[in-house]
């Protein structure tokens, strides 16, 4: 690594799922601009549905999720029918407008709910804005909470995405981060997987988790190519003690420093390569054939709140405690608390606490930044027009904003074409974070950026 | 990309079009007999093949079509290549209201049909003798909108057996036969996206329909309502 780098292993930027981050979002945007946004939507525009499933069996210590651990099932039962208003609701506002195309339920632990309710949710979905064959599926599974049988139902409902949270194969890892799954478990799941013909198969791994030496991680992605996912996301730790209390169980003098913490990621990312996977964005793999990796050829990758995908649609449908909207260019958060949540949803009423309403300079530098994620480069040229500002002006600002990360050779300036370098993708966000003008906005717990 | 152009009826004569089954909803029911004979030495009834796009999506259309015979059905298709049935097309129907450098959505034949073609430029030139041409057309609204209106109220009805019965019962009021037969031209897999649904849930909605006695006989395409549930 170039020495000038390693001052950046210390600074911390969003992971900019959303620009700009939910943390800048305010109170201005509530259930009416919201309202006003969704009934905006047109005929058979492509709509994505995200559905937080907040539970868990288990407390994992690493979680940075809104997630509660839940013993008494009939809450979650509870929460479906929350759910099915909630979707009921945005129906009667998008009024037979706008086509499902995809839906992720994610977690929290969404295979915490059982069959049923997860059927009900389906239905719920199909008879209110329409559900066809065509829709991607996806679903979050811990591969503890999947009984013989379950791949085999998931497949029954029209799910066609699995995405395994996997973390670390280590066992001596899996205990210091309270989650013990051997690799056998995750192996029967995707054998069950495989043999309901399912085609997309997605590991989550880790790393800067506590005791991960490079020997043992490199044992952790040998198991896990083993396995042949087609994709694989590689996310880092992220440490927020001080915002998250169950994070201070982790030992930290466990942590891996801040130099062997990049090496990890960098050494899992070279492996995955040579294994013959395609680097998405700069922590997502996919098989050459995987539409995540034909969407980079494509041009066609875009980053969304679950990090890249290939998603076709621009308006996503956020459902479920602490879910973000982004749709007509307004960002909406929902709730995140699950008695308020259940409070204003049961009253009849959209549960969004908060949110955005983006500005023309804000699509700009959105998606400049989107660019620098998902492709590396942006060419300020190409998206001047969406600003209303002038081109001039606007690589003035820009020329300005990177200077300094130029001059260590973290991004290059080719006349309005910033570039970063191949080596340097892992700081990806730290040259994102330098377009973000929100960012030195107030005191906010963002993570280590690389 | 039009079959209409190839067709072995160019030489049909006015006969042809007095017997048209459709003459009085399209827009030759306002002209004389003379002018039917001249308009029937270009204009008459052309063939389109099963599987033929009629029109194309994204591409120039200078005419407007009246379905004399069969079934079309209106596809648009999404960035990624997938289609979206926004509609049918039946016996009737118009198609290419307004001429257009870019179509909303392409035609597909479901099977053999039969279309008259005017040309937009035709029309203009008719409409200053029979002014009833253009109110004809006025009065049949823009049919794409409406096809967008009928959609979308579709899509709008809460359960699935509401769905598929008023799908069902838009074809029966097309069924010039009388009968409580109809014949589904298009796939199930075309119904089932058109309402928005997943086809194992159509398959199990037309099974409780018949189970709850609206429908007499499913029957592959074959649909039969049970007469007295109906009215």
């Keep these: ?450 | 990309m039009s079959e209409a152009h190839d067709c072995a009826f160019q030489r049909a004569n006015a006969s042809f079009c007095a017997l048209c089954k459709v003459r009085e909803q399209s827009i030759c029911a306002e002209l004389d007999l003379g002018e039917m004979e001249d308009l029937a030495k270009t204009m008459a009834h052309r063939p389109v093949k099963e599987g033929k796009a009629l029109i194309a999506e994204g591409e120039e259309n200078d005419s407007l079509y009246i379905v004399v015979d069969g079934s079309f059905r209106l596809v648009r298709h999404l960035v990624d290549g997938r289609r979206q049935i926004v509609g049918f097309l039946f016996r009737g129907d118009y198609l290419g209201m307004q001429p257009t450098e870019s179509s909303f959505h392409t035609a597909e034949a479901l099977e053999p049909g039969l279309v008259c073609r005017f040309p937009h430029s035709l029309l203009d030139e008719l409409s200053v003798r029979h002014p009833g041409i253009k109110n004809r057309l006025l009065a049949r609204g823009q049919t794409e909108m409406h096809k967008a209106e009928e959609h979308i109220v579709l899509l709008g009805k809460k359960t699935a057996e509401e769905r598929v019965m008023s799908f069902l019962e838009s074809l029966r009021d097309k069924n010039e036969a009388d009968d409580d037969t109809i014949f589904l031209s298009m796939s199930r897999q075309d119904v089932a996206d058109y309402l928005g649904l997943r086809l194992e849930t159509l398959s199990r909605t037309l099974a409780v329909l018949k189970k709850r006695g609206d429908l007499q006989e499913v029957s592959g395409r074959r649909i039969t309502f049970n007469g007295s549930a109906s009215d």
Excluded at chain 1, 228 to 253: M, N
């Design chain 1, 1 to 450: 690594m170039n020495p000038k780098w390693l001052k950046y292993l210390d600074v911390n930027a969003p992971r900019y799922t959303s620009f700009p981050s939910a943390l800048f979002f305010d109170e201005r945007v509530g259930a009416d601009v919201y309202e006003s946004a969704l009934s905006r939507v047109s005929m058979y525009e492509p709509l994505s549905l995200y559905i937080h499933i907040p539970f868990c069996r288990q407390l994992c210590w690493y979680c940075g999720c809104n997630m509660v651990v839940e013993n008494q099932y009939e809450r979650a039962v509870r929460y479906v029918d929350l759910l099915i208003r909630e979707i009921e609701m945005v129906a009667d506002t998008l009024g037979g407008c706008g086509e499902v195309v995809s839906i992720h339920l994610g977690g929290g632990t969404p295979n915490y709910l059982n069959i049923e309710d997860l059927g009900r949710i389906f239905d719920s979905i199909e008879l209110n804005l329409g559900l066809t064959d065509k829709a991607n599926i996806a679903i979050e599974i811990d591969p503890r909470l999947c009984e013989t049988g379950l791949i085999k139902m998931l497949t029954k409902i029209g799910i066609n995405r699995l995405s395994i949270g996997v973390q670390d194969f280590d066992s001596s890892v899996q205990e210091a981060i309270n989650r013990e799954q051997p690799y056998e478990l995750v192996e029967a799941c995707v054998t069950e997987m495989r043999e309901n013909a399912q085609a997309d198969i997605s590991f989550d791994l880790l790393y800067g988790l506590p005791r991960q030496s490079t020997e043992g991680f490199v044992d952790t992605l040998e198991k896990a190519v083993s396995l042949s996912p087609d994709r694989i996301s590689l996310f880092g730790y992220a440490h927020l003690p001080s915002k998250l209390k169950h994070q201070r169980v982790i030992d930290e003098t466990q942590l891996p420093g801040k130099l062997p913490r990049y090496q990890l990621a960098e050494m899992a990312g070279r492996y995955l390569v040579d294994e013959g996977y395609v680097c998405v964005g700069f922590d997502h793999f996919a098989k050459p054939s995987n539409s995540l990796a034909v969407a980079v050829h494509a041009g066609t990758l875009k980053r969304n709140f679950q990090g890249f995908t290939d998603d076709i649609a621009n308006a996503t449908i956020g459902l479920g405690v602490s879910s973000v909207s982004l749709v007509r260019g307004v960002y909406a958060q929902n709730i995140k608390r699950s008695d308020e949540y259940a409070s204003r949803v049961s009253k009849g009423k959209l549960p969004t606490a908060k949110g955005w309403i983006k500005t023309m300079e804000d699509e700009f530098w959105a998606k400049v930044i989107s660019d620098l994620l998902c492709y590396g480069k942006t060419d300020l040229h190409e998206h001047a027009h969406i600003s209303g500002g002038s081109l001039s002006d606007l690589m003035a600002v820009s020329r300005k904003r990177i200077i300094s990360l130029e001059k260590d050779g973290l991004a290059e300036w080719r006349d309005g074409i910033v570039i970063i370098p191949d080596q340097a993708k892992h700081f990806s966000r730290v040259v994102a974070a330098a377009f973000d003008p929100y960012i030195n906005r107030g005191n906010f717990s963002l993570s280590q950026a690389v």
